[in-house]
């Protein structure tokens, strides 16, 4: 089963007969996750660069580095570029988008209109059994539009200050929960893999019910998205999406511990990038309610 993050699609985690894929990752102090093997399966064992481990990271001989192999840089890069791309498009959407009462509704529908296609990019990369860099820079440049669009909106009709603050909030988050990952106060299992991912369904089921009440019957629907309610599940959701932050940085390091390819950095790259959108959009629709304007 694959992991996943806000569109359920996620290298890592994976099963192959009954062996733990990504997962088998051995954990600092204790043995893989998912097995009870401390000498789990490792699902690039046929790579001739992996490095190799005594089943605890940083422990035992380890291979020197080689070309063809993720490495942490490879990462950051992918991230910066994939993020940068987001930044970019979503300034220009900022700027070349008005959102004044004569064009609301055309830049609005612009933004919808890219965010299907940002979906609609994601889910075919989530189902490719390789990443393809075009289709994710794409993704981001679509998601850039969107998040362009909404955030000049949100400024403009309910809080000047409001991005400066989701923007913070985003970055806070990220840097707390790597801190956590890094100091091990976050320990990612199989258990906790499925308790994020419950957790998600349900998060994710009860806003398209509560978007479908607001579609048919007008308002907030089931009032989820505003008032004492909306706070609640504004803070679920940033709580859900610093977890699935803690799965990225999971994939990331056994990526890099297990010699994976490096085109597997890409994957890493959209992971992430979904995650922190999820993140920032979670923290604009709460720094909102909380202004007083839902």
């Known amino acids: 089963m694959r992991s996943s993050n806000p569109v359920f699609s996620r290298r890592g985690f994976s099963r192959d007969n009954g062996q733990a894929g990504f997962n088998a990752a051995p954990q600092a102090g204790g043995p893989a996750v998912g097995t009870q093997n401390p000498y789990a399966t490792n699902p690039y064992a046929t790579n001739p660069y992996a490095p190799q481990t005594d089943g605890q990271f940083g422990a035992g001989p380890q291979a020197p580095a080689r070309a063809g192999v993720m490495t942490i840089d490879d990462v950051v890069t992918r991230t910066a570029s994939t993020l940068g791309t987001v930044v970019l498009t979503a300034v220009l959407a900022w700027v070349l988008l008005p959102v004044d009462q004569d064009n609301l509704g055309k830049s609005y529908g612009i933004a919808i209109g890219a965010a299907l296609v940002a979906l609609v990019l994601a889910l075919v990369q989530s189902f490719k059994r390789k990443p393809t860099p075009a289709l994710i820079l794409a993704y981001a440049a679509f998601e850039g539009v969107f998040l362009g669009v909404i955030s000049n909106t949100v400024s403009t009709y309910l809080s000047p200050g409001v991005v400066v603050q989701a923007v913070m909030g985003t970055m806070a988050v990220f840097a707390g929960v790597l801190i956590a990952y890094k100091m091990r106060w976050i320990r990612v299992t199989r258990r906790f ?15 398209a019910a509560n978007l479908l009440f607001s579609v048919f019957g007008g308002g907030d629907g089931l009032g989820f998205r505003s008032g004492g309610l909306g706070i609640l599940f504004g803070v679920i959701g940033i709580i859900l999406g610093a977890c699935f932050l803690a799965l990225d940085f999971k994939q990331v390091e056994d990526g890099v511990t297990y010699g994976a390819p490096r085109e597997e950095s890409w994957m890493a790259a959209f992971g992430l990038t979904m995650t922190l959108v999820w993140i920032y959009l979670e923290m604009l629709r709460l720094f909102s309610i909380l202004s007083g304007n839902d």
């Open 193 to 207: 893999y499925g308790f994020v991912m419950a957790a998600a369904m349900g998060f994710v089921l009860l806003m």
